[in-house]
């Protein structure tokens, strides 16, 4: 199928099908005309991907991650990649805390700034 297609029916647009070829998640055969031509399995590996990217790893993971990825985003228990996992989990899980902190920063800042003009 062409990428027109394989975008209709994954909801991922072709700009996000190219990028998924260029960093290693998908492939296409080219057809004579230089047209990408994808098989039906990549129907299945573009929702693999868009799982993990709405999970929150980044492509270079997602590579590693990726052959042990059920169509849900699941994975299943490969060498290395529960590690990568768990790290990628202690980093959301730090981001959230700085977040947290900044969040309530503002917000004692919008309440001093509500008393004083109150």
Known sequence: MLIGKLAARTGATERQLRHYERVGLL????????????D??????VRRIRALLA????TR??????????????V????????????????LDQRAA???TARQALLDSITVAERAAG
């Open 98 to 100: 700085e977040l947290a």
């Open 40 to 45: 039906d399995s990549a129907v299945d590996t």
């Open 27 to 38: 492939s296409a055969a080219r057809r004579h005309n230089g047209y990408r031509e994808y």
């Open 76 to 91: 299943h228990p490969c060498p290395g990649v529960l590690d990568l996992l768990r790290n990628r989990l202690a980093t």
């Open 55 to 58: 999970a929150g790893l980044p």
């Open 61 to 74: 993971t997602i590579r590693t991650v990726l052959p042990c990825a059920t169509g849900d985003g699941t």
